[in-house]
């Protein structure tokens, strides 16, 4: 494992969250970083960072990234992710919003409206050391994973989904 890049990602991971505290923005890890706080301790080398933001808060985050230094990266429609990169760290946000219901929902794009695991943002925070940061619950990360496949035939499963499940799983069923 590259520990510089993750003591990097870990830093991004902090000045991003302080970031958006100040400026009223919630945000959830999400991926293998939401699974690594919610285990208390880096696992695996990551390629990227996720997080869920509200669809409301697009812009706000959008202007509050690009003055923090990130610079956006073309890809999924804007409605549904936002993709930075800074000093060469890619971190992209899934933008979410509540159905009439109250159910977290796909903010935008082809499969918007379609309803996310329940208790997605229900989690208690994570940590990793000194810092905490909101994450997406356990089931939430498990169910996600098992079923990625099938939402979203072009991305097939990895065996680091599979290692990530166990790895949750096994928490789990002592807690």
Known sequence: MNRQRAERQLT??????TAARRHGVPLWLRGGWAMDFFLGEV???????????RAEDAA???????RLG????????????LDFV??????????????????????GGPWAGTPWPDGLLD???????GLEAPIVSAPAQIEIKRMMPGWDPSRPRRAKDIEDVARLEAVLRRT
């Open 12 to 17: 991004l991971i902090d000045q991003t969250l």
């Open 43 to 53: 696992t695996r080398e990551h390629e990227d960072i996720d997080w869920f933001a």
């Open 60 to 66: 706000d985050l959008a202007g509050m990234l690009v």
């Open 70 to 81: 990130h610079t956006p990266v073309p890809g999924p429609p804007p409605g549904l992710q």
């Open 86 to 107: 800074k000093d060469g760290l890619d971190s992209s946000f899934t933008l979410v919003e509540r159905d009439a219901a109250g159910r977290v929902v796909v903010a």
């Open 123 to 129: 989690a208690e925070p994570g940590r990793i050391g």
